[in-house]
């Protein structure tokens, strides 16, 4: 078993920022894939961004394109989400998941561990 803990949850007016980190633990495979993803009320879980198990690829949804940074500390087995000019419909509880995988992946199914979740609010 893995387990994720996010933490860096926060209240934040718009245009702030916060950063979002994901720490594994257990037995995590030695590459795997990491995504955020988000959910807000009434709303289905939505991905955010993905990094690649070495950091080489990354992918965002194009709400966050030029907002959101993804990135990961291999040695720490944590993985950041770093987050500017953010809007009150980013407000959400974000989620990270891990997946034994080299690549990218994208869809929420094929992750195999996922984190409690983390709320982010961002007032107008």
């Known amino acids: 078993q893995v387990q994720l803990v996010e933490s860096g949850e926060g209240l934040v007016q718009a245009g702030g920022s916060l950063r979002l980190s994901c720490a594994a633990s257990?037995?995590?495979?030695?590459?795997?894939?990491m995504g955020w993803f988000r959910q807000a009320p009434g709303k289905e879980r939505e991905f955010v961004a993905g990094?690649?198990?070495?950091?080489?690829?990354?992918y965002y949804t194009d709400s966050v394109k030029g907002r959101f940074l993804i990135s990961r500390d291999n040695a720490r087995n944590t993985g950041y989400l770093q987050m500017n000019s953010l809007k009150p419909e980013d407000t959400a509880v974000y989620y990270c998941?891990?997946?034994?995988?080299?690549?990218?992946?994208?869809?929420?199914?094929?992750?195999?561990?996922w984190g409690q979740g983390t709320q982010v609010t961002v007032s107008s």
């Open positions: 998941a891990t997946k034994a995988s080299l690549l990218l992946v994208r869809s929420p199914g094929e992750y195999d561990f």
């Open positions: 257990g037995r995590t495979p030695s590459r795997y894939a």
């Open positions: 990094i690649s198990w070495n950091g080489g690829n990354t």
